[in-house]
């Protein structure tokens, strides 16, 4: 990606761009669309190559893993979508008025509701960009529904559509998440919670490039997370601060490599044609491009279980998290790890090094004094 967020285009053309991806795609596969949350996923773990270049391509990783032999159970339950899309529909039932009430507004009459129907994601786009502007410049309230913002990520365009957005008198513009996990007493889970912060973070970034060229506009580094109360199907909100989540994500995407420079360096005739390619000729080309597997993954990637089988071949100490990961220093294997606490391998003067050999020291100690402490404790008991 460019260096910032808000550089513009990048020096390779972007014609160039989409046809050498499309070819990486395959020319008769569509690309699949990113969205606010692969892209908060793909940003959580920037380190990746591998999940940069295939969203970059748009190439179905779903599919890419089921031919890979490592389908995995990705994404949400039916149920869960339906449930969601009904307690969306109850919330902006009437104009809005409940979430209009929830933000303060008891008379939706106050506030319109501007038509974002365009053609195509770039028209759809400018309509919101211009639907913004317009409620800014009136000072008036306004209730965008389901408006598209653009963010370019890696030298491409992503289109994010976040569930509504809030603009006020005085020109501040709130992003809203609707979500059907409860909230209860007042507080819902800290995962999901935090899960969609990470994505309300993305919308909030896309429209600060909006409000960048929007007299008078200031965009809130709160948003406003409505939930289902206490189990049942009434909307209640809470406002949550995403200043940490975009800062870091900003961050992120800001140093997520080029895909440029990433398919530049793949062997000639790598291809991910998941209609056209063998599962033998995907495997190569998958292996082709450096990952960075961590378990987190697992709840974010299609490709993980895939990953995740190569990373345990390798014996990479990434299998056991990012956090274990860090404190190991220089070794990069299990299999190093334990010689080095065997005394086998490895500096003793590494921290690292020195703290395996004491555990270890530890666990043979508490496993030879077990037998005689078991031994004590069977001859004192009366029973």
């Known amino acids: 990606m460019s260096a910032s967020l808000d550089s513009g285009l990048s020096p390779t053309p972007r014609t160039t761009r989409r046809a050498r991806l499309a070819e990486l795609r395959g020319p008769a596969n569509p690309p699949r669309p990113l969205d606010a949350r692969a892209l908060a996923a793909l940003a959580a773990n920037p380190g990746c190559r591998r999940r940069a270049l295939l969203d970059g391509a748009g190439v179905d990783k779903s599919v890419l893993a089921a031919k890979l032999g490592s389908p995995a159970p990705f994404g949400q339950s039916q149920f869960a979508i339906v449930r969601g899309n009904s307690f969306e529909a109850k919330v902006k039932a009437d104009g809005g008025r409940e979430l209009l009430r929830l933000i303060g507004v008891e008379e939706p009459g106050v506030v319109s509701v501007p038509d974002l129907a365009a053609a195509g994601p770039e028209g759809r786009v400018a309509r919101t960009a211009l639907a913004l502007r317009e409620a800014t410049g009136a000072g008036e309230w306004a209730l965008l529904d389901h408006p598209l913002l653009a963010l370019e990520v890696a030298g491409s365009p992503v289109y994010l559509e976040p569930d509504a957005v809030v603009v006020r008198p005085d020109g501040g513009w709130t992003v809203v998440e609707i979500k059907s996990f409860p909230m209860v007493d007042g507080a819902a889970d800290a995962s999901k919670v935090g899960a969609a912060a990470r994505q309300a973070a993305v919308y909030v970034l896309a429209l600060e490039r909006v409000a960048a060229r929007t007299e008078g506009a200031r965009v ?43 398919a530049d360096a793949l062997p000639e005739g790598t291809s991910f044609d998941v209609a056209e390619r063998s599962p033998a000729e995907l495997t190569a080309a998958v292996e082709s491009v450096p990952h960075q597997y961590a378990p987190e993954c697992l709840a974010a990637c299609e490709l993980a279980f895939h990953c995740r089988s190569r990373a345990r071949e390798a014996g990479a100490v990434e299998t056991l998290g990012r956090s274990v990961r860090g404190e190991l220093g220089g070794l990069t294997t299990v299999g190093a790890v334990l010689a080095a606490a065997r005394g086998e391998e490895g500096d003793p003067e590494d921290p690292a090094v020195a703290a395996l050999r004491r555990a270890r020291a530890l666990r043979v ?19």
Request: aromatic residues 2%.
């Open 365 to 383: 100690e508490a496993l030879e004094s077990a037998p005689a402490r078991v031994s004590r404790e069977s001859v004192e008991c009366p029973c």
């Open 220 to 262: 809130a580094h709160s948003v406003l997370l409505v939930c289902p109360k206490d189990f049942s199907n009434v909307p209640t909100a809470s406002v949550v601060d995403v200043r940490k989540q975009r800062s870091v994500t900003r961050r992120q995407l800001a140093r997520l490599t080029r895909i440029d420079e990433i």
